[in-house]
């Protein structure tokens, strides 16, 4: 018997965390927090496991909503063997640790309790890590089961993974957030060329019309051109950028076209613990599929952004400002920023990626000059005299892309994760549309689904 129970991201995107007891095994795959909710609201409903058996944690990628809620689950189930890629563990010493200072200023700790940076060095230390297509052993600690496991690349940031998992007769496979497309530093997924029982599939973009999305090669030809447009016109651009992951695309991007004479050269400003994932990024080069593994990330010519006396000083002169958060959350360097830019009539918001309807950098995404905007409750209703121009630079696969993971890996079963309702029913209608004899499950959160 297998049960899956969903116990964050089902339905959402956030607080991703998944369970699985597979004949007596009990795995967790992935254990992220909720990046627009605060509290005990934030994390996976862990207590649903305290009359289970839990054996591992199966990390998929380092991001938010894949990892930050480990430590409180380390906390509640201590036994719980860790196992992700070295590159996933390399990032989860930094953003773990990142984490903690960020907590302190959402959460009260009469409602959750903080770990500490001791707690997370203890954490770290105890997460073995395993290479991609490196098969290994998960065993019951209560039973005499046994299982294979492995990695495979998912394309989606360093370290990404896809997990793949063998019992005698039954293969699972865990898509994770997974990207079929190269970008410019890192290659496409790679899947498993054996048939699936059940494929536990991510439907970020299931409810995006794939025609708003350009090739990647097609968008960067969009963005050089605007960003000359902008230069042109003495006029500084604004990034919003994830610190993993989108950081360092849009800086190779915007470096490799510098050099090809297709952005203007002017000063990059970068800043932070997105210089630090970097240099994993730069460590990694031959040992993860990668586009041109010559090039260095940290050889770049950057000044830092923290280094900054004054923000206005970005405006003197032409310049690219990279700054996180990619969704320009409240507090963090990019919301900031896009305050200042928002009164600059020659500057530029240069969106790269999601975001979430209930964010800053969703108003902003939507907004164009002349109009009036608030960025929270808290702020001042302002006038936008910049420009706002949003691209995609997906680290995610289209929506054809994943229809095409369940042609070829043929599951039996499929259970949809990872996207809102419309994504999941234009997902679940199009497999149908495939095969009515497989069977496809819209996971609810705390709802179990069984098979024999």
């Known amino acids: ?88 563990r390399a990032v989860a010493e930094l953003t773990l640790h990142n984490a903690i200072s960020i907590l302190k200023r959402q959460i009260d700790e009469r409602d959750i309790k903080i770990y500490s940076r001791e707690e997370v060095d203890l954490l770290i230390k105890s997460i073995n890590y395993k290479s991609y297509n490196e098969k290994f ?73 794939s025609s708003a999305i350009n090739y990647w090669n097609d968008e960067i030809e969009r963005f050089s051109r605007s960003i000359n447009a902008n230069i042109n016109n003495n006029g500084s651009v604004l990034i919003p950028v994830f610190a993993l992951g989108k950081l360092q695309e849009m800086l190779s991007t915007i470096w490799l076209q510098m050099k090809q004479n297709k ?71 990019s919301f900031m920023l896009a305050k200042r830019w928002l009164q600059k009539k020659n500057a530029a918001i240069f969106t790269v990626g999601y975001m979430d309807p209930s964010t800053p950098g969703s108003i902003i995404s939507k907004s164009r000059k002349g109009e009036t905007i608030q960025l929270t409750e808290r702020d001042e209703k302002v006038e936008v005299k910049c420009e706002i121009k949003n691209f995609r630079f997906s680290a995610h696969s289209k929506r054809e892309e994943l229809i095409s993971i369940v042609k070829k890996l043929n599951p039996d079963n499929i259970i949809l994760v990872h996207g809102e309702k419309e994504a999941i029913n234009w997902m679940g209608a199009s497999i149908l549309k495939q095969s009515i004899k497989r069977k496809v499950y819209a996971a609810e959160n705390f709802k179990e689904i069984i098979f024999d």
Do not use: W
């Not at 990404?160 to 530093?185: E, H, M, P, R, Y």
């Open 1 to 88: 018997m297998i049960e899956f129970l969903p116990l964050g991201g089902a339905g959402e995107i956030g607080a991703n965390c998944y369970y699985l007891n597979i004949e007596g095994i009990g795995i967790i795959l992935d254990c992220g927090m909720h990046p627009q909710k605060t509290g005990f609201d934030s994390l996976p409903k862990f207590d649903m496991l305290f009359d289970k058996p839990t054996d591992y944690v199966l990390i998929s990628h380092a991001h938010q909503d894949h990892l930050n809620a480990l430590p409180f689950l380390i906390k509640k189930f201590p036994h719980l063997k860790i196992i992700t890629t070295p590159q996933t």
């Open 263 to 333: 952005i203007t050269p002017v000063d990059i400003y970068t800043s932070g613990i997105g210089n630090k994932i970097s240099r994993i990024y730069d460590f990694n080069r031959y040992v993860v599929e990668r586009n041109q593994k010559e090039f260095v990330l940290c050889e770049i010519p950057q000044k830092n952004l923290n280094e900054l006396k004054d923000f206005d000083e970005l405006f003197k002169f032409p310049s690219i400002v990279l700054a996180s958060s990619g969704m320009m959350i409240e507090s963090t360097n």
């Open 137 to 209: 052993t998960l065993n019951s600690s209560n039973s005499n089961s046994k299982m294979q496991a492995e990695f495979y690349d998912a394309g989606h940031i360093i370290g990404s993974a896809g997990i793949l998992l063998s019992s005698d007769d039954k293969k699972i496979f865990f898509t994770g957030d997974i990207n079929l497309s190269s970008q410019t530093l890192l290659t496409g997924a790679n899947l498993p060329s054996e048939k699936i029982d059940i494929l536990i599939c991510e439907s970020t973009y299931g409810a995006t019309d």
